[in-house]
């Protein structure tokens, strides 16, 4: 499998006292090449988990890989930023949603309903893989 891995997916993976553990472990089962994302949710699963060295890890076996330089895409994240503001996403969501559009054919690995309401290139549904009862 492949995908674009989410901060909640990073999470839960990680930690086995989360709701999501199960759902994240069977998920990381089947993953066949590094899950792509940016370094937002790195930064965001870190600071979530109190855990630098545990997400570097990640990167490290190719759980997760970098994949999105933020100068290369800040206008488009800017219009995003601005479309979506009623609902005030953060960076990585922003950072996401653009990459969905760079990748179109991956699922989002999340558990963060917004990704149902986001459009990626103004109208597309994001794929996403998302436990049975979300957030």
């Given at each position: 499998?492949?995908?674009?891995?989410?901060?909640?997916?990073?999470?839960?993976?990680?930690?086995?006292?989360?709701?999501?553990?199960?759902?994240?472990?069977?998920?990381?089962?089947?993953?066949?090449?590094?899950?792509?994302?940016?370094?937002?949710?790195?930064?965001?699963?870190?600071?979530?988990?109190?855990?630098?060295?545990?997400?570097?890890?990640?990167?490290?076996?190719?759980?997760i890989k970098l994949?999105?330089?933020?100068?290369?895409?800040?206008?488009?994240?800017?219009?995003?930023?601005?479309?979506?503001?009623?609902?005030?996403?953060?960076?990585?969501?922003?950072?996401?949603?653009?990459?969905?559009?760079?990748?179109?054919?991956?699922?989002?690995?999340?558990?963060?309903?917004?990704?149902?309401?986001?459009?990626?290139?103004?109208?597309?549904?994001?794929?996403?893989?998302?436990?049975?009862?979300?957030?």
């Amino acid at each position: 499998m492949r995908g674009i891995a989410d901060t909640g997916f990073i999470v839960a993976f990680a930690n086995r006292r989360d709701r999501y553990f199960p759902w994240a472990h069977g998920l990381a089962e089947k993953v066949s090449t590094p899950l792509l994302t940016c370094e937002a949710v790195v930064a965001e699963a870190a600071y979530l988990l109190s855990d630098s060295a545990l997400v570097l890890r990640f990167l490290e076996t190719g759980l997760i890989k970098l994949d999105f330089n933020l100068s290369d895409h800040q206008q488009e994240l800017s219009k995003l930023a601005k479309r979506y503001a009623d609902r005030s996403p953060d960076l990585a969501d922003l950072c996401l949603i653009r990459m969905s559009e760079l990748n179109p054919k991956m699922p989002i690995l999340t558990v963060d309903q917004d990704f149902t309401v986001y459009r990626r290139n103004g109208k597309e549904s994001i794929p996403v893989l998302m436990p049975p009862n979300g957030n």
